[in-house]
Nanobody, 120 residues
Framework: VQLQASGGGLVQAGGSLRLSCVASGSIFRIITMGWYRQAPGKQRDLVATITTGGSTDYADSVKGRFTISRDNAKNTVYLQMNSLKPEDAAVYFC???????????????WGQGTLVTVSS
């Protein structure tokens, strides 16, 4: 199983970016998908998660500005980021809890990260 994140880049404060993350490989079912971020010298923090049914959860710092969504048919999770602030700059990682087969346990897989830079 691989997760491939994309969509990062350089944006001015107040701007928008949309991140995408596609899961591929031997996948029976994807449960929760999410986005985390890690700024230099800091720990990796939760940004947002979404369940198969579409229930979402957000970090307080991004509520009202970021929207997580997913396309279950495409095994893809998105993060629409609006009104970006310099403090949003970080490497953004996607993850997913995945059953590889009907008989296996669910494991968590991580993407490689995509860099978001926000200029003030």
């Amino acid at each position: 199983v691989q997760l491939q994140a994309s969509g990062g880049g350089l944006v001015q404060a107040g701007g928008s970016l949309r991140l995408s993350c596609v899961a591929s490989g031997s996948i029976f079912r994807i449960i929760t998908m999410g986005w985390y971020r890690q700024a230099p010298g800091k720990q990796r923090d939760l940004v947002a998660t979404i369940t198969t049914g579409g229930s979402t959860d957000y970090a307080d710092s991004v509520k009202g500005r970021f929207t997580i969504s997913r396309d279950n048919a495409k095994n893809t999770v998105y993060l629409q980021m609006n009104s970006l602030k310099p403090e949003d700059a970080a490497v953004y990682f996607c993850n997913a809890r995945i059953y590889r087969t009907i008989a296996s346990a669910a494991n968590v897989y991580w993407g490689q990260g995509t860099l978001v830079t926000v200029s003030s």
